[in-house]
């Protein structure tokens, strides 16, 4: 029924902009922290950046000071703001969220940054 749904990714120039939406459906409660993580070809899904509903949100120290995640609790969505991105940013996104105690996962976007 908890359905997530992610938007934003392409291809992108270093140095470039991207913003990611990640929008919930089946939502009738409080959703408690979301977050982005990201995953290379070949690499493990890290932990790229979490807003929890109440607190700070923090970030990989690799993103820091670049990328900006938000969220809007009216409509259950979640942004990521990547500006000044890099080769390195290059992933596939994915959108994560507790919701009543359950972890659910975006379907993934992907992000390629690339001269």
């Known amino acids: 029924q908890v359905q997530l749904v992610e938007s934003g990714g392409g291809l992108v120039q270093p140095g470039g902009s991207l913003t990611l939406s990640c929008a919930a459906s089946?939502?009738?409660?409080?959703?408690?922290?979301m977050a982005w993580y990201r995953q290379a070809p070949g690499q493990q899904r890290d932990e790229v950046a979490t807003?929890?509903?109440?607190?700070?949100?923090t970030y990989a120290d690799s993103v820091k000071d670049r990328f900006t995640i938000s969220r809007d609790n009216s409509e259950n969505t979640v942004y990521l703001q990547m500006d000044r991105l890099k080769p390195e940013d290059t992933a596939v996104y994915y959108c994560?969220?507790?919701?009543?105690?359950?972890?659910?996962w975006g379907q993934g976007t992907q992000v390629t940054v690339s001269s």
């Open positions: 807003i929890p509903r109440l607190g700070t949100a």
């Open positions: 994560h969220i507790i919701y009543r105690d359950v972890g659910y």
């Open positions: 089946g939502i009738v409660f409080n959703i408690e922290d």
